[in-house]
């Protein structure tokens, strides 16, 4: 008698469409956002040029986006330009740190397709 079963491969394939469909929808929120800002909103589909973008709507110099690449050192580079991305939107440190650095799924989506307008880097 037999009792070996093989593993079900489907079981692998739920969660690899999740995270499939929260990519397309921070690409999307992230298309949205670079357009209302006035950079090129196909930027946000390019690894490495769409952080350079964020740092250029943030108001951030474009050096920094060698910070990202040193380990602990990019988490607060990261924290930062979510803070100023949303500031650059009329939007408060709160919604840079939940929506925009913990919940990206949510906070780019709601920063590109709702209502704010790109008022550009808020003064230091």
């Not at 995270?19 to 589909?45: C, R, T």
């Amino acid at each position: 008698m037999d009792t070996t079963t093989a593993p079900d491969a489907s079981i692998g394939v739920f969660p690899i469409i999740i995270s499939l469909a929260f990519a397309v929808l921070v690409i999307a929120g992230l298309w949205k956002i670079f357009s209302k800002a006035g950079q090129p909103g196909w930027g946000a589909i390019i690894p490495i040029y769409n952080v350079y973008l964020m740092l250029k709507v943030a108001g951030r110099p474009g050096w920094w986006l060698i910070l990202f690449i040193i380990p602990i050192v990019n988490i607060f580079v990261s924290l930062i330009v979510a803070i100023d991305m949303a500031k650059s939107f009329g939007k408060g440190a709160g919604f840079g740190v939940l929506g925009l650095w913990l919940f990206t799924f949510v906070g780019y989506p709601m920063l590109g397709f709702g209502d704010s307008r790109y008022q550009g880097p808020a003064a230091a």
